[in-house]
C-alpha cells in the first residue's frame, strides 16, 4: 500500500520528502484514467527496462526539473493504442507522440499536487527513440527514480530536480 500525504494548504508546497510518494500515486492515477489499466509500481528497481523511446517534459519555475519516462517499442505501441482505442498494430506510428503525452499529463498532474501548480511551465514534451543513446544533464540533479509495470511490461519514470 503506497502512502499518500495529506493534502496541503492551497499555499503551500509539498515537502520535497514527498515527493517520491506523490510521483508514485500520480503515475497511478494517470494511467488509470487515461487507460483504465492499473500500473504497478513497485518499491525496487529491479525490472530490466529496454530503453527504446524516451520521453521528457520539461519544469520550469520555482521547480526546475525534468521528467522522463523510459520503456521498450512495443510498451510505447501498447500506450499509445489504449490511449488512442485502436489495436496495437495501427498504433506504431503514434507512440512517440503519446509517450510525448503521458510525460506532458503526469508532470502538469504532479506539479499541481505538490503545490506547484500554476507557478511552474512545462516544455514542450521531446521524445528520442533508439538503442543506443544517453541522456546527460549539466548540474547537480536530485533525482527520483519509479519502475512500473504497463500490462506486464517495465516502464520507468524519472525525476531529475535541479539543486
Known amino acids: 500500500m503506497i502512502a499518500i500525504p495529506k493534502a496541503q494548504p492551497a499555499d503551500a508546497v509539498a515537502p520535497q520528502g514527498d515527493w517520491s510518494a506523490i510521483l508514485r500515486n500520480t503515475i497511478v492515477e494517470v494511467f488509470l484514467m ?5 500500473v504497478l509500481t513497485p518499491e525496487t528497481g529491479d525490472h530490466m527496462v529496454l530503453s527504446e523511446v524516451t520521453g521528457m517534459v520539461g519544469i520550469a ?3 526546475s526539473a525534468t521528467l522522463s519516462l523510459r520503456c521498450g517499442l512495443g510498451s510505447a505501441t501498447r500506450i499509445a493504442a489504449e490511449m488512442l482505442g485502436i489495436p496495437s498494430d495501427q498504433a ?7 509517450i510525448g503525452e503521458v510525460c506532458n499529463i503526469v508532470a502538469g498532474s504532479f506539479k499541481e499536487k505538490i503545490g506547484l501548480g500554476d507557478r511552474c511551465m512545462l516544455s514542450v514534451p521531446t521524445v528520442l527513440t533508439g538503442k543506443d543513446y544517453q541522456i546527460r544533464s549539466r548540474g547537480v540533479y536530485v533525482r527520483l527514480e ?10 520507468w519514470f524519472a525525476l531529475h530536480i535541479r539543486q
Open 92 to 98: 506504431d506510428s503514434q507512440k512517440c507522440d503519446a
Open 146 to 155: 519509479l519502475p512500473a509495470l504497463f500490462e506486464n511490461e517495465p516502464i
Open 34 to 38: 487515461m487507460f483504465g489499466v492499473a
Open 61 to 63: 519555475g520555482p521547480l
